[in-house]
């Protein structure tokens, strides 16, 4: 099967300087074919930031950057579409929105984008980062599946073993009546992929 028959699942973020256009920007992508699967208005802690950005974390503007994703809400969305990541690539347009607005002028980054740091809205710019993207703001999404034992193994470690492990440890510590549920309270709340959400209203 060809690729851009597949059906995938992409990420989309409609960042702070952009959020009163959120009407507009969702509109926008669902007439370009995209489903809203799940979404949600965020507001993000610094350490969240850090946490997402963490690849950009030398950048000399990464401070500004923590700031700038922290000075208001978030919206967050899950979509789907076949060959989705490219299909919202091509929708949002260059990452600067003054190429955007010579190259692609309908794109929504022309229209909603000031610059290139300020550019308005976030994207997945490959399955690989989509997948991953989905995971931290939707925990609970459904995701495709694992690919191989390998994989599995680098999830574990990196996502799963260093929260399980200061649960457990706290659990020793504690010595609760009933450990099963309290280490499972202990989990929801100490999850570091759990951003605070605040209630949609009417845009």
């Known amino acids: 099967m060809e690729m851009e ?4 699942k992409t990420l989309v973020i409609i960042k702070p300087d952009a959020i009163e256009y959120a009407n507009q920007i969702e509109w926008a992508i669902i007439d370009a074919g995209f489903t809203i699967l799940n979404k949600s208005r965020i507001l993000l802690t610094d350490e969240q930031v850090f ?5 950009y974390e030398e950048n000399e503007n990464f401070n500004k950057l923590v700031e700038y994703m922290t000075s208001g809400p978030i919206i967050v969305m899950i979509l789907s579409k076949k060959d989705a990541v490219n299909a919202l690539l091509e929708c949002l347009g260059p990452s600067d929105p003054e190429v955007a607005r010579e190259q692609n002028p309908k794109s929504l980054r022309a229209k909603y984008g000031k610059d290139a740091f300020y550019n308005g809205i976030h994207c997945s ?8 993207e ?3 703001f939707f925990s609970n999404a459904i995701i495709d599946p694992l690919t191989d034992r390998e994989e599995v193994r680098q999830f574990l470690e990196k996502e799963l073993y260093p929260v399980l ?7 020793c510590k504690e010595k609760p009546e009933d450990p099963i549920l309290w280490l499972g309270n202990w989990l929801l709340k100490n999850n570091p992929n759990t951003p605070i959400i605040i209630e949609a209203d009417n845009e």
């Open 125 to 132: 710019s490959s399955y690989e980062e989509a997948r991953k």
């Open 165 to 171: 492990t200061l649960g457990l440890t706290q659990l």
């Open 5 to 8: 028959n597949i059906i995938e």
């Open 51 to 55: 946490e997402f950005y963490k690849d």
């Open 134 to 136: 989905i995971g931290f």
